[in-house]
Nanobody
């Protein structure tokens, strides 16, 4: 699976942004997908996860209530809708796909990675 993340940019605190992760190369509905992020000087951290069909999702504590992950298998795309952004959300956001459906918060569990898209939130 090849993944291409997009949609990042510079926004102000309180704004919203929607990231997209477009996939190609393998039946998209055969993989679960997650978003991770990595802020400068910090380790990569889990943000959100969605199963193959899009019926089950999970968020990190920092994303809960503000971020929504969704997918459209007809468009081979996963989205991350981010609302009420704050400076702590500034990071490079990566999408990743896993052949296994069991949710996993560890980046090592994912088989395919996109190149990342930068989100910068000014306060």
């Amino acid at each position: 699976v090849q993944l291409q993340a997009s949609g990042g940019g510079l926004v102000q605190a309180g704004d919203s942004l929607r990231l997209s992760c477009a996939a190609s190369g393998r039946t998209f509905s055969s993989v679960a997908v997650a978003w991770f992020r990595q802020a400068p000087g910090k380790e990569r951290e889990f943000v959100a996860w969605i199963d193959r069909s899009g019926t089950s999702t999970a968020n990190s504590a920092s994303a809960k209530g503000r971020f929504t992950i969704s997918r459209d298998n007809t468009k081979n795309t996963v989205y991350l809708q981010m609302n009420s952004l704050n400076a702590e959300d500034t990071a490079v956001y990566y999408c990743a796909a896993a052949l296994t459906e069991t949710i996993d918060f560890s980046s090592s569990a994912y088989d395919y990675w996109g190149q990342g898209t930068l989100v910068t939130v000014s306060s």
